[in-house]
C-alpha cells in the first residue's frame, strides 16, 4: 500500500524542484560575484562571506568531495541498492602454492578412493574380472593418498583426507548418477553399467596421472617433483591395465595410425600418445536420451577451481 | 577583495575538500599496499640451468639408445604382424623424446646413443621370440623411468622438469603393455618397477 497519494507526492516534486531552482540561482548569483570584473571588492567579499553565500559554498564543497569520494574506493560491503540483498562475503585472499597442490593431490587419491569402494564386491557395476584389479588400485590409491599426506604435514600444512570437492560434487556424483540412476534427476541407469564403471575408472586413473604430471611443472621443489611424478606413473599403468581390459589386445595397446571417424564411445588406449597429454579427456556414460543421443562428459585437469586451498575445511 | 583573502578562502575550501576525501584516499591505499610478505616465494627458472642440461643431454641419450634397440628388434624376425604397430609406435616415441630434448638443448646435431645401454641389451632385442623381446623391452622402459625420476628430483628448471615428465609417464605405460605382451598377467608384475636407475657415471 502506498504511503502517498498523488496529490502528497506532486507537492513533494514541486518542494524538491523549487528548492533546486534556488540553490542553483543563488550559486550563479556568487560565480558572478566572484569572477565578474566590474564588481568591487567590497561586492566580492559580501559574495563570499555573505551568511547565505558562504553557506552556498560550503555546501558546493562539501557536494562535490562527497561525489568524488562516492566515485572512489571503498570498503564498504556493496554498492548503493535499493531493497534487502545478501551481505557480500569476499572470498579468501589464497594463491596455490605446494600445501595446496599437495593437498588437491591426496584429494584426488580419495576420491578415486570412494569410487572403487563403492564398485568391489559389486559385480552388477564393476565385471567379475577386473575385481582384484580394483582392489589392488584401491590399495595403491590408499598408499598414495597417505605419500601426499606425510608431504602436506612436512610443509607445515593440513593434510587433506577428504575426496575433492569439485570433483566429487561436479564429476563422481553425476557419473555414479548415470551408472546406477538417479531419481531426484530423473536420470535412467545406464543400459551397461560393467562397461560404463570400468570406463569412469579409467578416465579417474588417467586424470590421476595427467595432474600429477602437471603438477611437475607447479610445485617448486625437486624431491617434491619426483615423489609427485613417482605416484603419476603408477597411476598411468592402472589406466594402461583398464585400456587392455576395456578395448581387448593388441588393439588397445596403442591409437591405429589412421583412427577414422571417432566412435560414440572413446577407444582406450593404453599408450593414448607419444608424451603424457594435459588436456583431459573425454568419457561417455550412461543410457542414451530419447534421440538416441549419448553426451560426452569433459574429464579435464584441475585448475584453481578445483585446488584444495588451505582455507577450506574438510566435510568428510 | 583582495587576493591574500582570496588565497586564504581557497585554501580553506581546498582543506574542507581534503577532510571529506581523507577517508576514501585512506582506503584506497591500504587496498594498494603489498600482501603479506611471507606468501612471497621465489619461482623456480624456466630454463635448464647448467646441471640441467648435462642431466638432459645425459637423457637423450638414453632416449637414442632406446631408437637403436628397437631398430634392432624392428629388422628381426620376433615381431608378429599385428604387433608392429605397437613397437613402431613405441621406437618412434623415444625418437620424439630424443629430438626433444635435443631442441630443449639448442644441440643440433645428434649425440651417439649411450653406448653403454645398447651394448647391454643388444642381444637381448636381436631374439626370435616376441615375449623375451617383449620382457626386454619392458625392461628398458623400466629402467628409462627410473633415470628420468631419479633425474626429476634434481632438475631445478621447469621446462627441462616439465617434458622429462611428459615422457616418463608414457614410458611407464610403455612398459606396462610390453609386459603384457611378455605374458604377464601378475599386477606386480605389471605395476611394480624396481629398475636402477642410469647415472651419466654409471652409464
Redesign the interface.
Known sequence: MNDLNNAELRRALRDMGATAQSDHRAMRTSLRALFDSDATADQRRAALVGRRRFLTIGGLSVATATVIAACGGTDSPGAARVGLAPTRTDLPDASPNDIVYLRTASSIEYSAIAVYDLVIGNTDLLAAELQDAAKRFRDDHVEHATIFEDLTKDLGGEAWTCGNPRIDRFLVAPVIGMIVGDEATDTPPSDDPQRDTAAFAHALENLAGETYQMFVGLLSEPALRKTTIQVGAAEVRHAAILAMAITGTPEGYVPPADAGEPPVFPVAYAIPSQFGSLSGQQLVVGAADELGVRRPISVDTPSNNTFVFEYMTPEC | ??GG?RRR?IGA?ML??A???L???A??AG?SAP?DES?T????PRRPTTDDAAMLAFGREVELAAVSLYDTALRGDAIPE??R??FQ??R??HL?YGQ?LGALLGQPAPPAPLASLVEEYRSAFEVSDIEELAAAGATLENIA?ATH??M?????G?NG??LI??????E??????LT??AGGAD?DA??L?DAEPLTAEKG
Not at chain 2, 615428465?165 to 608414457?170: D, F, G, K, M, T
Request: charged residues 10%; proline residues 7%.
Open positions: 577583495m583582495d583573502l578562502l575550501g574542507g575538500l577532510g571529506a576525501l577517508p576514501s584516499l582506503s584506497q587496498a600482501p606468501t616465494t621465489t619461482a623456480p599385428e604387433l604397430p605397437t609406435f613405441i618412434q616415441s620424439s626433444s623411468v625420476t631419479e626429476l628430483g634434481e632438475l631445478v621447469i622438469a616439465t615428465a611428459s615422457i616418463l609417464v608414457i611407464s605405460r610403455n612398459a606396462a603393455v603384457n605382451i599386477l605389471l605395476l618397477n
